[in-house]
């Protein structure tokens, strides 16, 4: 992209941006406008869960409303028509395209699979597959309502430079805490195609510490219960974590993709609830306190509560005892003698 490229592109998109936030505020101020409804009303109970929905998305969108941009043409004639990616979906009065299309959409699907070419695309939808060809596809940063990035990574009969990698590896050097995060501007084909896999299908995902195992499940389920809301219910989904230190890790990420009610804890405090606590745990801290006395000997895997070895003292000593020993006898202690190759 030459610059006066970029500086067109960027003055067209904060256009655009300062009119979907405007959109978007108009329409959070008149929800907000509506007070909640406590009564036993069924049908004004259904109305009121649809407003407090419709205002949390909306409190998501004002914020950041959305990632990325896709010039769709559906079929092969006509105009492209710009469609505009984000966390959330959010639509507009008396007209057939949303203002910001949610991530989970079957369209949106082109914006992560989509990786160039002047060949027309298909997308499954409820009504068939759709087939099209993509003009644009524009990756945009937003945050906190300011417009800090915009980054074409296709543009049809362009140059097209690889660009993707360097914009992912910018949202990768992004600050952030300790909490893991969404992925939904940087989401991968190979992940797309994981998330989007059908419900009744058996998936195993391997990969090593730290490919994005778990972020990509969560994004399945966060698509999951969007894609059947008539079928599943979050409130009746459980996630099992090995430790409280894992649900807190991964705890703020289904809440960022607008997915509540869903419970995370560990098998060890479920399975003592659905006992009704008929099976109390022994205090761990008790059962070690022995074998750290004088002329104690070394505790047995077996002897400490289920779930708690890898987080004990007592696996920590093990482990100090290894690596003594590791460091006494990795060098030979004889003499190097080297033969002739």
């Given amino acids: 992209m030459t610059e006066e490229t970029i500086r067109h592109a960027y003055v067209e998109e904060q256009d655009r ?26 049908s004004e109970q259904a109305l009121d869960v649809m407003r407090e929905q419709s205002r949390h998305n909306l409190a ?7 990632f990325g941009r896709l010039d769709f043409l559906e079929g092969q004639t006509g105009d492209p028509v710009p469609l505009y990616i984000g966390k959330v979906g959010v639509d507009r009065d008396n007209s057939a395209v949303p203002l910001v299309i949610d991530w989970r959409a079957p369209v949106a699907s082109l914006f992560y699979s989509f990786t160039g070419g ?47 990698d360097e914009f992912l590896l910018y949202r990768l050097g992004e600050n952030k805490d300790n909490r893991l995060r969404d992925i939904v501007s940087t ?9 989007r896999a059908a419900k009744n299908m058996a998936l195993i995902i391997q990969g090593v510490a730290g490919s994005g195992k778990t972020t990509v499940a969560l994004h399945r389920i966060a698509f999951l219960l969007y894609q059947y ?32 009610d869903i419970r995370q804890t560990t098998f060890q405090e479920w399975a003592l609830e659905l006992l009704d606590h008929a099976v109390k745990p022994v205090d761990p801290a008790k059962r070690l306190s022995h074998w750290f006395a004088i002329g104690s000997k070394r505790p047995h895997i077996d002897d400490l509560t289920p779930g708690r070895w890898k987080g004990s003292v007592a696996f920590m000593a093990i482990i100090k005892e290894f690596f003594d020993r590791f460091e006494a006898t ?12």
């Fill in 118 to 164: 002047e060949s027309s695309v298909v997308y499954e939808s409820p009504d068939g597959d759709i087939e099209g060809l993509i003009f644009l596809k524009r990756n945009i940063v937003v945050r906190k309502q300011i417009l800090q990035r915009v980054v074409d990574a296709f543009v049809r009969g362009g140059e097209n430079l690889a660009v993707a």
């Fill in 229 to 260: 809301r008539d079928q599943i219910r979050a409130d009746k989904m459980i996630i099992f974590a090995p430790n409280r230190m894992f649900l807190d890790y991964i705890s703020g990420v289904l809440p960022e993709l607008g997915v509540g």
């Fill in 187 to 195: 989401i991968q084909a190979e992940q797309d195609k994981i998330i």
């Fill in 330 to 341: 990795y060098l030979p202690g004889n003499d190097l003698e080297v033969w002739e190759g």
């Fill in 17 to 42: 941006l300062d009119a979907a936030l405007e959109h978007i505020n108009s329409q959070l101020k008149a929800l907000q406008a509506i007070p909640r409804y406590y009564g036993i009303d069924l």
């Fill in 60 to 66: 998501v969108a004002s914020v950041e409303p959305y």
